[in-house]
């Protein structure tokens, strides 16, 4: 009996996809601003092929999604697979790597047995920027 394997292929709309969130790092998009960009760059794609390669690139740990207030999803490019910060007020999202959160997450693992996956570790509050210009 021959056991079929299933390879794992890129498409150009996966890889157009993740170039456009690797060069604007420091936004995130929703499904439908990826849409709205890519078509008006004259690169017809179908609101179904961005939800199923956001999802295989949400799987893969190559993106990130953030969850904004239930109400909808935007998307990161994963560049470092460490934690985000996403400021509820501005929006603004910064790729957290420091000493504090490998403190977190061995704290997690030995009082809780709980191993955090830092790829899709999302902490949302509110920016130093966002902070200071709300006590003017």
């Known amino acids: 009996m021959q056991t ?14 993740i170039e456009l969130l690797k060069e604007n790092q420091d ?7 990826i849409i709205h960009l890519l078509n008006k760059e004259q690169c017809v794609i179908s ?3 961005v939800y199923r390669n956001l999802d295989y690139l949400f799987n893969k740990g ?5 969850n904004l207030d239930n109400v909808c999803s935007c998307y990161i ?6 934690c ?4 509820d007020k501005c929006g603004e999202v910064t790729q957290l790597s420091s000493h504090a959160i490998d403190v977190l ?3 997690l693992l030995k009082e809780f047995n709980f191993i955090v996956d830092q790829s899709k570790t999302v ?8 902070k200071e210009s709300s006590h003017d």
């Open 62 to 66: 190559i993106i990130r999604k953030i």
């Open 84 to 87: 985000s910060f996403c400021c």
């Open 27 to 33: 936004k995130k998009f929703t499904a439908d601003e």
């Open 47 to 49: 609101k179904a092929t």
């Open 4 to 17: 079929l394997i299933k390879k794992d292929y890129t498409t150009k709309h996966r890889n157009i996809i």
């Open 123 to 130: 902490f949302h509050g509110i920016c130093k920027k966002c």
């Open 77 to 82: 490019y994963n560049k470092d697979k460490s």
């Open 105 to 107: 997450k061995h704290k």
